[in-house]
């Protein structure tokens, strides 16, 4: 007769399976020896803006600006809103908005300065090389050339007061 075995020795045979399971599975887990440690991800900076200072007024830097972005090869002049400080132009194919704005003075006896930047056009910072390949030549030559478009500030003379004639009594 084969012996056809009963619950309680079928459920030791799966018990021990399932113990040989485990087992083997330690046993792998430490063959792979110790884990090396990844490295932390690189931090990358945030892109910087283009961007400069000028110890200079913004009126004469916005004019000089202004100048040299139209006598640069590769540089379409589009528009250009005084009372902003800005000019709107197209550099290697990219939209630039480039903005001449005055530096609050911190306090007496500051020189005046004005930041120049770029924007996108819709007004974010520009930190893209075509910006900052622009404002580097601007950098450059806007110190040099300031004095040629300076507008001379004229004040009026004071007019002098005219001697006021006495009135005549009203005849009766």
């Not at 110790?34 to 916005?62: G, I, L």
């Not at 004095?147 to 002098?160: G, H, M, T």
Request: with cysteine; charged share 25%.
């Amino acid at each position: 007769m084969t012996h056809v075995p009963g619950k309680r020795e079928a459920r030791a045979t799966r018990g021990g399976a399932w113990s040989a399971a485990i087992a083997a599975a330690f046993l792998l887990a430490a063959c792979n020896g110790p884990r090396k440690e990844t490295p932390p991800p690189a931090v990358v900076p945030p892109p910087v803006p283009a961007e400069f200072v000028v110890a200079d007024n913004a009126n004469d830097t916005w004019n000089t600006v202004g100048q040299i972005l139209v006598r640069t090869p590769g540089v379409e002049y589009e528009s250009r809103a005084q009372m902003m400080g800005l000019y709107t132009v197209r550099y290697r194919g990219q939209a630039l908005l480039i903005r001449a704005q005055p530096v609050v003075l911190e306090k007496p006896g500051d020189v005046v300065r004005t930041r120049v930047f770029a924007l996108l056009p819709d007004g974010k910072p520009d930190t893209g090389a075509p910006a900052h390949e622009l404002l580097a030549m601007l950098e450059q030559r806007v110190p040099l050339e300031i004095e040629k478009y300076r507008v001379p500030v004229k004040l009026k003379p004071e007019k002098k007061a005219k001697p006021k004639a006495k009135k005549k009594p009203k005849k009766r």
